[in-house]
């Protein structure tokens, strides 16, 4: 990694896009009143597929060199350079990054090419593909960046362009305070994440190794084993604050609350975010920060605890929902507390392998439900739908296999993925974390099955409208689909457990990726994996009986506890509650003490001042005005009166003048003769 070889390609894969949102940003109006949707689709779809296109030729190039040498980069210039601090403007392709832009471009230009058929009606076409066009340059940015600080740019790329896809029907006030408040949110994570990085180059620099390039950091992580800040490890630090970045981007506990929400956008933006970009971003930086978070147990164990806990609560709050894309939003959510899970018990390869198995069975459910809710006319309750199978065989095919893979039903890509976790888990020691990750499979497998089977199974319940008008989506958007399927089933296949013979991908990791792999007797192994199977096939079955058969009642477990659980998890943990009364009642009551310190206090002194002020200066006023000037004025008059008087006797008569000096002589004479003789 020391000597990685130079480039001139890589650049492109965040160029193009980034040049498509470009065009379509300032020039998207005209072409799509001048030249039609079509001209709009191809600006926004053709430089993702390039990309996808330089993608796999940068893995192709990794691939055909030994493991050691696996390192390309795009050195563009030197982008800072002060004091110790030297950044350059430059992309890394190594076997991680090459990894995410296969998943980034590959999934996101399926989900683009999906989204011109989705949005075709829509007036604001052009806008939204710039958008979209922006959001795969952010995300190639920061999966490519050489440095922490390129990837916190891109970071923030991503959050602002959340911010305006989560918002982009923005006329809707709920659509508007959902990019709000997903914005808001990654900005509390966002905090830690600056705090991370300014401390891991402080600590870093303070032992002359100052850098925030990643393989400089990785070169000289060890000088700062044992620097401790405030009696805490700083390594320990850095990585808790780099971690709380992470629960914003990838919604973990406490910071996830923004990501059911971000369903107010348009479908194919909650495919991207769930599948293929945003979310994926905080399991990548760990992941990428490996030997950092290696050196840190206490922050480990602290992941590995909040990912189960992500993990169990967003599972059983989706056993409640009835929307249908708030179910797939709180799957994500706690597919992304196994990756952390993963990371937690130090299997950083079998985390990224759940991230690249999950965007394509992801993306699948969420481009389905949007096929659903395009066939729908926009509704989007489970309890209205029914029976669509037979109206949408391609859609509930495809729907069909992801479900199988997010349960965990062999060979499909997420049970590989999903085992290992739980494998490495158990096998290093986290019975616990692994026992309660299995409970979270097992509502996994009820809570998909019971969306299955509400939505394509039965009899229908939409309107009759409705019914008439059900059809199959056009193929630019079952096209999708059906690769995302393809993937679906064939993904895991590359990431085999041991006793299947081994996983080629974490092989392929090794390279960045060398710590948290545990091993345990192939008897064990086995073992699990019929645990594994058996949980998911219980929660399928008892979704059957419910859903299907409905020769269970749902409400049997509706009642469990007097009803009590089934509100907690309907009302999602009260967690907005709280946050509502904790968090924005909190600043709020806090914003109006301080207006009212300000008004009250503050502006009382300044107001008070300024009366004071004010009669002191009409005092100053009127003793300048009334003494000073007053004695001035009759020192005038009486000199005045005075002179009036003298004035009189200048006459001009010669007799006059000399009469007035003979008085005068008269009258010295008198004085000197009777005063001072």
Same mark, same amino acid.
């Given at each position: 990694m020391d000597s990685p070889i130079q480039t001139d390609f890589i650049r492109w894969i965040v160029f193009l896009p980034l040049l498509g949102a470009i065009v379509n940003g300032l020039l998207g109006a005209k072409i799509q009143k001048s030249l039609g949707k079509g001209a709009i689709s191809v600006l926004a779809c053709a430089p993702v597929i390039i990309a996808f296109g330089l993608a796999v030729n940068a893995f192709l190039t990794l691939k055909g060199l030994p493991p050691e040498k696996r390192f390309l980069i795009d050195n563009l210039y030197t982008w800072i350079n002060l004091g110790s601090l030297k950044v350059d403007m430059a992309f890394l392709v190594d076997p991680l990054s090459a990894v995410m832009i296969l998943v980034v471009t590959g999934i996101g230009g399926?989900?683009?090419?999906?989204?011109?058929?989705?949005?075709?009606?829509?007036?604001?076409?052009?806008?939204?593909?710039?958008?979209?066009?922006?959001?795969?340059?952010?995300?190639?940015?920061?999966?490519?960046?050489?440095s922490l600080l390129l990837l916190f740019v891109?970071?923030?790329?991503?959050?602002?362009?959340s911010y305006a896809l989560i918002g982009f029907w923005y006329s809707d006030h709920n659509n508007a305070r959902a990019g709000n408040k997903a914005f808001i949110v990654n900005r509390v994570g966002d905090f830690g994440f600056v705090l991370g990085m300014f401390l891991l180059f402080w600590s870093l620099d303070a032992q002359g190794h100052g850098s925030l390039t990643f393989r400089e950091m990785i070169k000289w992580a060890p000088s700062i084993k044992d620097m401790t800040l405030w009696g805490w490890p700083v390594v320990t630090l850095a990585t808790f604050f780099l971690f709380v970045g992470a629960t914003g981007k990838s919604a973990q506990i406490p910071l996830f609350v923004w990501l059911p929400d971000a369903m107010a956008g348009p479908t194919p933006v909650s495919a991207l975010i769930h599948a293929a970009t945003m979310v994926t971003a905080g399991v990548y930086m760990t992941a990428r920060m490996n030997v950092f978070f290696s050196m840190a147990p206490e922050t480990l164990q602290l992941i590995a605890v909040v990912g189960v806990c992500t993990a169990l609560v967003a599972a059983t709050i989706a056993l409640t929902q009835y929307d249908i894309k708030k179910v797939l939003a709180y799957s994500t959510v706690s597919q992304l507390g196994y990756m952390f899970i993963g990371i937690g018990v130090g299997a950083y390869s079998a985390a990224v392998f759940h991230l690249m198995t999950h965007a394509f069975f992801k993306a699948c459910l969420f481009l389905g439900s949007g096929s659903v809710i395009h066939a729908m006319h926009h509704e989007q309750d489970m309890?209205?739908?029914?029976?669509?199978? @037979?109206?949408?065989?391609?859609? +509930?095919?495809?729907?069909?296999?992801?479900?199988?893979?997010?349960?965990g039903f062999p060979p499909l890509a997420g049970f590989f993925s999903k085992d290992e976790i739980l494998w490495l888990a158990f096998s290093g020691h986290h019975e616990v974390i692994w026992f309660l990750a299995l409970c979270g499979a097992g509502m996994t497998s009820f809570y998909m099955f019971r @969306?299955?089977?509400?939505?394509? +199974?039965?009899?229908?319940?939409?309107?009759?409208?409705?019914?008439?008008?059900?059809?199959?989506s056009p193929s630019v958007m079952t096209m999708p689909l059906v690769i995302l399927a393809i993937g679906a089933v064939l993904a895991g296949f590359i990431g085999l457990p041991a006793v299947l013979g081994g996983s080629q991908f974490a092989h392929w990791l090794e390279p960045v990726i060398k710590?948290?792999?545990?091993?345990?007797s192939h008897a064990a192994e086995w073992t699990l994996m019929a645990v594994s199977v058996c949980v998911a096939s219980f929660g399928a079955f008892l979704a059957y009986l419910m859903y299907r058969k409905e020769s269970l009642s749902p409400n049997v477990f509706v009642n469990l506890g007097g009803g009590r659980f089934y509100r907690l998890f309907d009302r999602k943990w009260y967690l907005d509650e709280i946050y509502q009364a904790v968090f924005v009642n909190g600043c709020l009551l806090l914003a109006q003490f301080l207006s009212a310190f300000d008004k009250y206090i503050v502006d009382g002194i300044v107001n008070a001042s300024a009366t004071i002020t004010r009669w002191v200066s009409i005092v100053n006023g009127a003793f300048d005005k009334y003494i000073v000037d007053g004695l001035v004025n009759a020192v005038a008059n009486v000199t005045y009166w005075f002179g009036n008087?003298?004035?009189?006797?200048?006459?001009?008569?010669?007799?006059?003048?000399?009469?007035?000096i003979l008085i005068a002589i008269v009258v010295a004479i008198y004085v000197k003769l009777r005063y001072w003789s």
């Open positions: 399926l989900i683009h090419i999906y989204a011109t058929g989705y949005m075709h009606d829509d007036k604001a076409f052009w806008r939204f593909f710039a958008y979209l066009n922006l959001f795969m340059a952010s995300m190639l940015t920061l999966v490519l960046g050489d891109g970071w923030e790329g991503v959050g602002l362009c309890r209205k739908m029914g029976g669509l199978k @037979q109206w949408m065989p391609i859609t +509930y095919a495809t729907f069909f296999i992801s479900v199988l893979a997010i349960a @969306q299955l089977f509400m939505t394509f +199974y039965g009899k229908c319940r939409a309107d009759h409208h409705t019914q008439e008008h059900l059809h199959e710590h948290g792999e545990h091993h345990g008087k003298f004035r009189r006797i200048q006459t001009g008569n010669i007799n006059s003048y000399l009469y007035g």
